[in-house]
């Protein structure tokens, strides 16, 4: 008896220690980022500077300097999509949204990503914003998808602003999501003078924050032909909330879009809100999923620096609690936001049936008024 009390005194003394070295090797290695970084840009294109005339500290007070590196037309298009990292394709649930699966195979993640650069090469944007970009993640069998997206498109400069960074997520217990690298993505034809990853203000509780999302704002800055500047920004804002984390990321940016308001700088920012429009009328399945909810953006906290440019006759979101079907619950949370000084020609969803991801890719195409 004594030496069986022994033995399992020994089993939980070897589990608490693993537990403790697992926790402590997760704080050691968690994800800080900054609250505002400037980011590479990873394309290896960059503009030849020294034949380029020097332009003059920004007048308007933006803070915006360098060299000239290129200037954006007056007409744009701008493509913005979850590609929910080629794992999300339409055979897919996921167990955290009520579904049962952890991930898809190798073969249907390659597919999917394949899908996904066919279907942006076919409309050609000027500018990309991609969400869920995965960086040799476990989930996508350690497919380097930001080389992917290198490779298919050596025209475009390319930025990666992560949001998610952990050694290894610990659920579903029973078959863990394992190392996670991923993040949001912005691609241009035309190389911008500034890159820069702000860190939204929203946190989830300590130690759950450790194997979890720390959301940010990617922003670029541009050159227009006038001297002035303008600001695209990709914005994924958080899903699961726990309290108030989509009021404080969306009352941040509210106090950025005045700031740059205030100093006459048009922008647009767009992205995978996890809310949806103030005009949108969700139905009765889309707010009682116990696993996945949205609300309605709270443009106020906007201060109304801008408009919601979105396509009302189609959805973008498919629930994850079963495999796309007539059964799937659909609602909208990817559009942009859109500053004075621009109009919008055309907002439009393209509907690809849900195939490549559980989202759908929305275009966008303005004309810049000078």
Not at 153 to 165: G, M, Q, R, S, V
Not at 183 to 203: A, K, T
Not at 256 to 273: E, M, N, V, Y
Not at 335 to 353: K, P, T
Request: proline share 6%; hydrophobic share 35%; charged share 20%.
């Amino acid at each position: 008896m004594r030496h069986t009390m022994h033995f399992v005194l020994y089993i939980l003394a070897a589990a608490v220690t693993a537990f403790t070295i697992f926790l402590l090797t997760a704080a050691i290695t968690d994800y800080r980022p900054a609250d505002k970084e400037e980011l590479p840009n990873l394309s290896g294109l960059s503009s030849r500077t020294e034949d380029r005339p020097e332009v003059p500290h920004n007048s308007n007070g933006s803070g915006i300097s360098g060299t000239m590196t290129g200037v954006l037309p007056d007409s744009l298009s701008i493509l913005c999509w979850n590609i929910g990292y080629g794992g999300l394709g339409d055979d897919m649930d996921f167990f955290y949204d009520g579904g049962t699966q952890v991930r898809t195979s190798r073969e249907r993640t390659l597919a999917n990503i394949d899908g996904i650069v066919e279907e942006i090469r076919r409309h050609s944007p000027d500018i990309i914003l991609l969400q869920e970009v995965d960086e040799c993640s476990r989930r996508t069998y350690r497919i380097n998808e930001v080389k992917m997206l290198q490779e298919a498109f050596p025209d475009y400069h390319i930025y990666l602003a992560y949001n998610y960074k952990s050694f290894f997520v610990p659920i579903p217990v029973k078959a863990p999501m394992g190392r996670v690298a991923s993040g949001v993505v912005l691609m241009s034809r035309i190389e911008p003078e500034e890159v820069h990853r702000w860190q939204y203000p929203s946190r989830f509780p300590w130690p759950v924050s450790i194997f979890n999302l720390k959301r940010c704002l990617l922003t670029a800055t541009f050159r227009l032909a006038d001297g002035g500047s303008i600001v695209i920004g990709n914005t994924h804002n958080t899903a699961y909330d726990t309290g108030g984390m989509r009021t404080a990321e969306i009352r941040w940016l509210g106090k950025l879009t005045s700031r740059l308001a205030s100093h006459g700088t048009p922008f647009i920012i767009g992205g995978d809100w996890n809310q949806y429009p103030p005009e949108y009328i969700p139905g009765p399945a889309e707010t009682s999923n116990p696993h996945f909810t949205t609300v309605a953006l709270d443009t106020a906290l906007l201060r109304g620096t801008g408009r919601i440019a979105w396509d009302s006759s189609a959805r973008t979101l498919r629930h994850l609690n079963v495999p796309y079907g007539p059964e799937s619950v659909l609602t909208v949370t990817d559009y942009f936001y859109v500053s004075d000084g621009f109009s919008v020609d055309s907002v439009n969803v393209i509907d690809l049936g849900f195939r490549y991801s559980d989202h759908q890719p929305v275009l966008l195409k303005v004309t810049f008024r000078q």
